[in-house]
């Protein structure tokens, strides 16, 4: 089962992005590559040669392993169909943050091991953001422990009623998650201008298979974060047993609401304009209210 | 008889008190010191101590001929002027030392309630002593003056003691004895290293060490 | 009457601090003998040697002495010695100078002390402790708040909490690494030692808002400390910032297990106590292990500039295995102990506020999440530190000839270092002995909470009695397990796919040469935090020109600084207001003999006169 949810993540999760990519293209009246693109790309990075920098060292090379590592740790810790998350007792809410910012951390040094300033920018930029992103999801994890008295993951993704503060947590949640997979407003992900660019910034330096590892694991952290915010705003329960044409039903409306949070997405992007590096300190200032709202909500009991 | 004695110290005092040079001052010490001597001695023969005897039997060696031998000495060795310099003059000096006296007594009849009225008188004049040995100490420049003020305080402290208790524990009182004596000794030694160093004894102008 | 049992004390509560003075001093023992070597002279070496012996044993005593006066004495000697250590180099100035700053503060510290000792002594007429403490329960309220304040102040400033923590990040730096080490590792613990068995175990807890003030300035030690801590590009000032830090977390913990005890919540402040005592430790190792390898550093380099520093990782391959290790623990990154701690911390903060009350209940929520935000900066902190010494390419001629440092240096941050990781590994089996510890310094009967022995499972039904709520699971093992099978399952998948791999320059835009110069600096990576943070840290900056002529600028420098608002805002007018007032008190001290004579005899006179009067 276990490994059955990773695979599901490792090939669903660049599903998604291709999903993205599409559904801005369309709307900004291109046609635009295909849906499946990530994976070829993953594909073409993984059939190359690879380049490496001469000043770089073990940290360069150990870091997309760990990257990749902690994101589906990350993964596996949500119970995507099976109730309890199979690998609950390793983990809850707040484990998860910070697995993710293990992988995080390393890339960072990654960044700098090479000694470019491009790097270095990124790295900056991305810890920047990372650091200020952390209370605004320290706020959302404590308005869902309120709701639900733990901070064990699978607690809170059965099924429950939607009240105001999980739909709060959930647009804050939103926010952050924009944030961190290197979103619009936060950072673009299409262009590889040196004055702009954060998350590409720091794997400029990758090349071949390590990068594919690198986008992969990026791919699963969005997939995680998405799962989480459909989670909040559409609960749902497990499906009656033996019913073959309401399990397809459950199957699609399981999966349909993770697009949906992806087509929201698409339309956050397509209709903003990226924000200066600190303007994101407001946004996230943002973020951080709406947990604190959340928050009191939970506590009034909304 | 001993009421003699206690006016014999009023007076010395008061003759120091007025005293323009070091040998006057030192002669008037040594005058209170006698007197004390006799208020100690009588004291003695009144409550018939031995131990008292031979305190004011070292009153006299140290006080009445070794100390006030010891000053003149220092004073010749390093021919100072005779002046003692004087912050507050005579007149005004007389008229502090009045109030103190009448201090001094206030102060001993409030302390002595059930006390005997002689008691109280002593203690009046003990104390009388400090506060012009003090004086003699604040209003005097020279250092020797200090000395002299600094042995005024220390009779005073004697007759407080030998007053009220009829004398300290016979070792402390020897003790002490040897303490002043010393520090006269060490004190006068500083005097004379302070004038080979300054070629004066004026305290006063010490604070120009002042950084 | 000098009785061993009657002065000393041997309880859980000091068995735990001599656990933690001992591992750290003795790790630090350890590579003093490669750090002193061909350093100093052999008489000095003895000198560090003896010192060394005497502030372990003042801090050991300070930990278990049982009595006020014992206390006190192995306090200030703890205070003396470690002010020889800071002045130990002391042929530079800024040795000398943090030794004032420190020994200044530190006897501040100790006179609001020697006020609270007065105030309990006067209440019991004993020195003994447990005497003490029932005198202490008999005390009015006022008193009581009175000798909080007044121990909060004391021993706050020897902890380092902000605004007494002036003198930390001067004082630390200047000792010798293994010296810094256990200074920031173990001399500032004592003060919470200090805290917890004056204020939990002595004076008793009775109102809530003692425990909320102390959260309140553990935050903004908190935040305060890692701010002043990226901007810092002196390697041990850096972490003497994080000391600050760090003790804000701890105290995060203290300060919940007082207010949990005030409202009456006793399992809850076990497990809060117990969250505190485990950052206490942890921060002992990973601290003691960073100055350590900072020490390391220095030594081979020649400097404490980081932007001297940079490739060291290739000069200095386990100096730098062993900073990364610490870098991960102070940054709370799983499997390693710092994130024990920190969510044990976390979770403390989320079930005391499943058991409060309305507003109460989003204080603790936002203070949960200035924890976050502190976390978040350190690994910030801790990714430029790591990433601008060791990584990329020397910067200086120091960096380019350094080598890596001897055999018994490399023993003593390797103790620390395995402890790093099982105390991260061990995280179960610890926070039961921790649970005893605490249970037994508040009076409670521990075994009611029960955790496994693998999991951190809170048990819920156990913590508390009423209210609703679900047990949270937290697996070190497992975890890190989980990462490092999923991280082999992507290294062979690499090595099986066996792609051509070749090295060349990194990328240079097509400009011919990239060399150290082109690197990120330290002071350009804490920019974005320089400007958001503006508006406490007030960021200036200094530009020249040396110009030749009118359109060509021969050289150019930049420099930018910040201002050190405690400095400047609370101790520079404190200062300044001293001192007008001792120049007033100058002026009646002329010199003259006569002067202060007639002063005292005025006094006397005055009081003869006062006595007339009665």
Redesign the interface.
């Known amino acids: 089962m276990i490994i059955l949810q990773a695979l599901v993540f490792i090939v669903s999760a660049p599903f998604l992005s291709g999903l993205i990519t599409k559904i801005k293209n369309n709307l900004r009246m291109r046609q635009g590559e295909s849906i499946l693109q990530p994976y070829y790309n993953l594909a073409k990075l993984s059939l190359k040669s690879e380049v490496l920098s001469e000043t770089t060292s073990w940290i360069f090379k150990i870091t997309p392993y760990i990257l990749l590592a902690s994101s589906l740790a990350g993964a596996l810790l949500i119970p995507l169909f099976i109730y309890p998350a199979p690998l609950r007792g390793i983990g809850d809410f707040l484990a998860l943050i910070f697995i993710f910012s293990l992988g995080r951390f390393f890339l960072s040094l990654a960044a700098l091991d090479a000694g470019s300033s491009f790097g270095g920018m990124g790295s900056s930029r991305e810890m920047f953001i990372s650091s200020l992103v952390e209370p605004a999801l320290c706020m959302v994890v404590f308005s869902i422990f309120l709701q639900f008295g733990s901070t064990d993951i699978s607690v809170f993704c059965g099924a429950h009623q939607i009240t105001a503060a999980s739909l709060i947590g959930a647009v804050a949640l939103f926010l952050i998650c924009l944030a961190e997979c290197a979103r619009i407003p936060v950072d673009n992900q299409e262009t590889h201008l040196e004055l702009t660019m954060v998350q590409e910034a720091m794997i400029l330096e990758y090349s071949g298979m390590r990068l594919a590892f690198i986008e992969l694991a990026a791919y699963i952290k969005q997939m995680v974060f998405f799962f989480l915010i459909a989670q909040l705003i559409f609960p749902i329960s497990l499906p009656a047993k033996g019913n073959f044409i309401g399990l397809l039903f459950w199957g699609l409306w399981y999966s349909g609401r993770i697009f949906i949070v992806a087509l929201i997405t698409a339309l956050v992007e397509v209709s903003l304009a990226k924000m200066r590096l600190f303007r994101v300190v407001d946004y996230l200032g943002f973020a951080f209210l709406l947990g604190i709202i959340a928050v009191i909500c939970a506590v009034i009991g909304v | 008889m001993q009421e003699i004695t206690l006016i014999g110290i009023l007076i010395s005092t008061c003759l120091m008190v007025v005293a323009k040079s070091l040998l006057a001052l030192i002669r008037g010490f040594r005058w209170q010191s006698f007197f004390l001597f006799l208020a100690t001695f009588l004291i003695a023969w009144k409550e018939a101590q031995p131990s008292l005897y031979i305190i004011a039997g070292l009153l006299l060696v140290i006080k009445v001929v070794l100390i006030p031998q010891l000053l003149y000495k220092i004073i010749k060795k390093i021919k100072v002027g005779q002046g003692l310099g004087l912050?507050v003059n005579t007149q005004l000096s007389l008229f502090f030392v009045l109030l103190f006296a009448y201090?001094?007594w206030?102060?001993s009849s409030?302390l002595i309630v059930y006390g005997s009225h002689a008691q109280a008188g002593i203690i009046a004049i003990a104390?009388f002593l400090v506060?012009v040995g003090?004086?003699l100490?604040?209003?005097r420049?020279t250092a020797l003056a200090?000395v002299v003020g600094l042995l005024v305080m220390e009779n005073g402290l004697f007759l407080l003691a030998s007053a009220v208790s009829g004398g300290m524990p016979f070792f402390v009182e020897i003790a002490i004895f040897f303490d002043v004596f010393v520090s006269v000794v060490i004190m006068g030694s500083f005097v004379y290293r302070i004038n080979k160093f300054f070629t004066h004894i004026d305290?006063?102008k010490?604070?120009?060490?002042?950084g | 009457m000098f009785n061993l049992s009657a002065n000393f004390i041997f309880d859980p509560l000091s068995i735990f601090f001599i656990f933690v003075i001992l591992i750290v001093s003795s790790a630090a023992a350890l590579y003093s003998h490669g750090y002193l070597k061909n350093a100093y002279t052999f008489p000095r070496k003895v000198f560090a040697w003896v010192l060394l012996l005497i502030f372990v044993c003042s801090m050991l005593l300070v930990v278990t002495g049982s009595n006020l006066l014992v206390f006190i004495i192995a306090w200030e000697l703890m205070s003396l010695v470690s002010y020889f250590f800071v002045v130990f180099d002391f042929q530079y100035n800024r040795s000398i100078q943090a030794g004032m700053i420190y020994i200044v503060i530190t006897h501040i510290g100790t006179a609001f002390l020697l006020a609270a000792f007065l105030m309990i002594y006067q209440a019991a007429h004993s020195f003994d402790f447990i005497a003490l403490k029932d005198a202490c329960h008999l005390l009015p309220m006022q008193t009581r708040n009175t000798i909080f304040l007044l121990l909060l102040i004391g021993f706050g400033t020897k902890a380092g909490i902000v605004p007494m923590h002036i003198w930390l990040p001067y004082a630390h730096p200047q000792a010798p690494s293994h010296i810094s080490s256990i200074m920031s590792g173990v001399m500032i613990k004592t003060a919470i030692y200090g805290m917890i068995r004056f204020i939990f175990f002595i004076l008793g807890i009775t109102s809530p808002w003692w425990g909320i003030l102390v959260l309140i300035l553990a935050i903004i030690s908190c935040l305060v400390g890692v701010i002043y801590a990226l901007m810092e590009h002196d390697i041990k000032k850096l972490l003497a910032y994080h000391s600050v830090e760090n003790i804000g977390i701890i105290l995060l913990g203290v300060g919940l297990g007082m207010f949990f005890v005030s409202m009456n919540l006793p399992y809850l402040a076990v497990f809060a106590l117990v969250a505190g005592l485990y950052h206490l430790i942890n921060h002992a190792i990973f601290k003691g292990l960073l100055f350590l390898c900072a020490g390391s550093v220095c030594k081979a380099t020649g400097t404490r500039n980081m932007e001297k520093m940079g490739g060291l990782i290739k000069r200095m391959p386990h100096t730098a295995v062993y900073f990364l290790i610490g870098a991960m623990a102070i940054s709370a990154l799983p499997p390693l102990n710092g994130f024990v701690s920190e969510w044990l911390t976390l979770q403390a903060f989320f079930l005391g506020a499943l058991n409060t009350l309305g507003g109460t209940k989003v204080f603790l929520g936002i203070c949960a999440a200035m924890l976050a935000l502190t976390g978040g900066l350190a690994a910030a902190c801790f990714v430029k530190a790591f990433g601008i010494i060791f990584l990329a390419q020397p910067r200086s001629q120091y960096a380019e000839s350094a080598r890596e440092v001897s055999w018994s240096m490399k023993a003593g941050m390797f103790i620390l270092a395995a402890l790093v990781i099982i105390f991260g590994l061990a995280a179960g089996s610890i926070v039961k002995l921790l649970i005893k510890v605490s249970a037994a310094t508040l009076g409670v009967d521990g075994s009611a909470l029960n955790l496994s022995a693998y999991n951190l499972t809170l048990n819920l039904q156990a913590l508390m009695p009423g209210p609703v709520g679900k047990d949270s699971y937290l697996s070190l093992p497992y975890l890190a397990a989980l990462l490092v099978i999923l991280g082999a399952i992507f290294f062979v998948i690499y090595r099986l796919a066996k792609r051509k791999s070749l090295t060349y320059k990194t990328w240079d835009c097509g400009y011919y040469k990239v060399g150290s110069r082109n690197e990120y600096t330290a002071t350009a990576f804490s920019k974005p935090f320089r400007i958001a943070f503006s508006f406490f840290l007030f960021p200036y900056h200094k530009t020249q020109k040396v110009r030749e002529s009118f359109y060509h600028v021969k050289a150019f420098s930049y420099e930018t600084h910040t201002t050190p608002v405690f400095k400047k805002y609370v101790y520079y007018p404190l200062l300044a207001w001293i001192l007008k007032f001792a120049r007033l008190l100058r002026r009646i001290q002329p010199g003259s003999i006569h002067l202060y004579l007639a002063y005292i005899f005025a006094v006397i006179i005055l009081l003869i006169m006062f006595i007339n009067k009665f």
């Open positions: 912050f201090l001094a206030d102060f409030q104390l506060l003090f004086f100490m604040v209003s420049i200090q305290v006063d010490l604070s120009h060490l002042r």
